[in-house]
């Protein structure tokens, strides 16, 4: 008869019991066996539901399903994936967790070789949610905690020649899961890699590359410890064999940095075993307030990175770790904060080799204690101080080698507490070449840098010139003071936005004492699911039937789940631009700053175009000369023709002179432009043609027809148009809804259903004039609007002067007009700012020039829909489709302009993208403006320059059919 299991792991604050010391995580030519693959798999339901003799070698596993290893069982069709940001699934009543506590029994078997050497073998684990216990050949070698740090077993005793069978319990709840309140869906199971690693007798089991370098001298001094006796080689140094302990000193060495992440491949070999090393040499010091790096202070264009795939969750392979490095660098991003655990081993060592700073960050949050006024945090209760260290030591200890990483952070949203205080004295002592950060203690008495979330533009302002009040400790009043500040997160780039990056990146560059910060973050977390007709669509909180969620909170990132870049990122990276480029006042000169950290713009190329209405008249390469880091220089614009009646822009890009690791010859890193002759056009002609009674109730004015009693336009020549009227609603954004809410005060103002009457219809000699009057039921706030048509027989012109009356109480979403027109115009050509989407607050990386786009491809696929798509200061568009014919709309000066195959209404009530179904409409907005976008979902709304005040406006348009 079989025992029932103990269990009694699971709900034990203990890290764990039968593991190994934490070490660092290395390859190396010692055997190893890989233990990916189909595993036998069994889903129970909870602790009473456990197999008996599971971990008996002769246990008949053969009647079992199959899982693959790694993976997230509820991204395989076992159970469901759940999401919650701050609130715990579970009661907090610590360490206990619920009875249903799905587990997963996983079993395989593997083959020692004959040739398997004499020695160790150790059993590692890289990430297993939430807590486990292993058994090899029915011997139970311990169990563990701490999803996202590695778990290594002795396995030594329990080996076999030949079969050998492994069988392992995984639970999703434990307490453990009390330290991993991540925002972020609750998944479990062995998904990250296992392998059995063979430790020859006398190998190293770990050892710490200290690989220091002196800016002033540009010596670098290598030393690596090492816990067994080894020799170390670095040929391109000229160290052949030598004690790694050294410390060995070389003149001349080339520094690691995130713009050139120069490493000096090495090795280490020891009895049994060679590793091969890469050695990037490197200071990280906090001096003078200041956080540097050889000598340089660090300007941090960050990301806050979760691990994830729209498919496998937190299950990444390399091709995805490789394409998210590449994407960041490509989009000038230099640091990552690795929110809120270690990665993927592989991830850092893709830091190191195409070079982005690393915040590595321990897996801890307790965030959901904060709920219960943080009774009971374990950040300060001693009874789980082991608990805490125990994730830290397995950090730093497995990471210490990357030079990518910068800083040690103890983990997100934990409150504070003497565990914490042990983690960082733990971490400085074990490691003295890493500042400590950690952002949950505004006091910031055991960090080294001064970090903050969410602050807002004018707090960050005040951090910078060093005249923030004092710390609710006096005490340590003086310690903040002196310490650099990041904010480790800000511009919360949930759905469109954020708003509000230049003015962040304007202090940034302004303040030494700002350092940069990490937008939040890098990637929706959208699980990729099928409607029953197979379309996919991405699904967030609540999708999956969760009692306690938290919406689509958790799809708040920079590219959408599938990688494709937000129109966020593409402002991110205009915004972050390592090199500005500027024009003199007078047009005539062209400025040029180096803004990296370290490099000079050798690698770069300069390239300019003048381009007249779009149309390009002049170009060349602009000869820039190489610019050290910090430096700037003005030179003189180009000789230009003559410009003719057009509006002329001038455009400088700084784009890659030659193939980057990251990147090809040609990529763009940076640009300007400057509008250098405004152009003045389409006056009103001076032969005006009447409006004219039509059939049926219509009249005529030149090309355009209109309903005699509402005096709604009708057509312009072949091109029927539906009710064309004034508009203020716009389908809000997450930043309208959340946050400071103003998205309720719009409905309360019942923007949404606004109702329009014809107060006059008046035709005369010159045109048209209709007044309408724009208000929502209830309510005594209304715009009046006046519209006057002019018509020289081929253009329509209209004049649109709104005003609103009667007290407005809130900031409008937009103002403009709305009208359709037939679906069949499935292409727009326009000539403004461009080509990807823009609002007022998110106008960066928009420029002037003529773009083209098919309605469909105007739309941005938000995970949750919501206003979109929005192309700013348009002077012309040309809507035209397959069976010929079209209409053209010119701006003087221009609008904001938007096209859809569905109404606001439809865009405001759809909650995935699939609910979108095209109608046999286009649905047009011509805006005035737009309210800003902002990041009030987390964090500031649109700053007071970018609210859409209820006041006056004027629009003027000129229409024609083709
Ligand atoms: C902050 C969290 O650190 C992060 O994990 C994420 O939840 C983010 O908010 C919002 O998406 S915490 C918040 C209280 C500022």
Sequence with gaps: MHQPPDTRYVEDRSPGSGRLTPRAAFRSDAPGIPLDGEWRFRAAAGLGDLTAGFDDPGFDDGAWDTLPVPSCWQLQGVGSPAYTNVTYPFPVDPPRVPEENPTGEYRREFTLPDDWPAGRGVLRFDGVDSCFAVWLNGVRLGDGKGSRVPTEFDATEALRPGRNVLAVRVHQWSAGSYLED????????????????????????????????????????????????????????????????????????????????????????????????????????????????????????????????????????????????????????????????????????????????????????????????????????????????????????????????????????????????????????????????????????????????????????????????????????????????????????????????????????????????????????????????????????????????????????????????????VEYKKVIEPVSIGFGADGRSVTVRNGHDFRDTAYLRFRWRAEDDGEIVAEGVLDVPVLPSGDRVSLPVPALPPVKDAERALTVVAELAADEPWAEAGHEIAWGQTVLAPAAREPVPERLLPTVAGRGGRLALGPAAFDAHSGRLLAVGGVDVGGLRLDLWRAPTDNDRLGDRIADRWRAAGLHRLTTRTLGVESTAEGLTVRTRTAPAGADHAVNATYRWRSDGRSLWLDVVAVPEGKWPCPLPRIGLGLSLPGRLDTVDWYGLGPGEAYRDSTAAARLGRHRRTVDALQTPYVRPQENGNRRAVRRALLTGAGGGGLEIVGLPSYDLTVRRWTSAELDAARHTTDLVPGDRLHVNLDVAHHGIGTASCGPGPLPQHALGAGPVALRLVLRAL
Excluded at 193 to 206: A, I
Excluded at 285 to 290: A, K, P, R, T
Excluded at 430 to 455: K, L, N, Q, T
């Design 182 to 569: 991540q925002d972020m869906w609750w998944l479990s199971g062995i998904f990250r890699p296992v392998r059995l690693l063979s430790r020859p007798e006398g190998c190293v089991e770990d050892f710490f590359v200290h690989a220091d370098y002196d800016h002033t001298t540009g010596v670098g001094t290598l030393s690596v410890e090492t816990s067994a006796p080894a020799r170390l080689s670095v040929p391109e140094l000229g160290l052949v064999d030598a004690d790694p302990a050294g410390p060995h000193t070389f003149a001349g060495v080339e520094p690691w940095n995130a713009e050139q992440p120069r490493l000096y491949e090495g090795e280490l070999t020891a009895a049994g075993e060679r590793i091969p090393l890469r050695i990037g040499f490197r200071r990280i010091v906090v001096e003078d307030g200041l956080l540097k790096a050889n000598g340089r202070p660090l300007l941090l264009r960050g990301v806050n990175r979760h691990e994830w795939d729209p498919e496998t969750g937190r299950t990444l392979s390399y091709e995805t770790m490789l394409r998210d490095v590449l994407l960041m660098k490509r989009h000038n991003i230099n640091a990552v904060r690795t929110s809120h655990y270690p990665p993927s081993s592989d991830f850092l060592d893709l830091c190191d080799a195409y070079g982005l700073w690393v915040v590595d960050e321990c897996d801890l949050e307790t965030h959901g204690f904060e709920l219960v006024g943080w009774r009971g945090n374990p950040s300060d209760d001693a009874r789980w101080r082991d608990a805490l260290l125990d994730r830290m030591r397995r950090v730093v200890e497995r990471d210490k080698n990357h030079p990518s990483i910068l800083m040690w952070s103890l983990g997100n949203e934990s409150g504070t507490g003497e565990n914490l205080v042990a983690m960082a004295e733990w971490a400085r002592t074990r490691d003295a070449s890493r500042p400590v950060h950690y952002e949950g203690e505004w006091d910031s008495g055991y960090v080294d840098v001064y970090s903050r979330m969410y602050a807002d533009h004018a707090e960050t302002e005040l951090i910078g010139r060093g005249e923030e009040p004092p710390t609710r400790d006096p005490a340590l009043d003086a310690h903040r003071r002196g310490l650099p500040f990041i904010l480790c997160e800000y511009a919360h780039a949930m759905g469109n936005g954020p708003g509000g990056l230049s003015e962040y990146q304007r202090l940034f560059e302004t303040y030494p004492r700002l350092q940069g910060g990490f937008v939040w973050e890098w990637i929706d977390h959208g699980i990729a699911r099928r409607t029953a007709d197979g379309r996919v669509f991405h699904a967030y909180g609540g999708d999956f039937g969760e009692p306690v969620h938290d919406g689509n909170f958790v799809a708040d990132g920079l590219v959408f789940p599938d990688r494709t870049p937000s129109p966020g990122l």
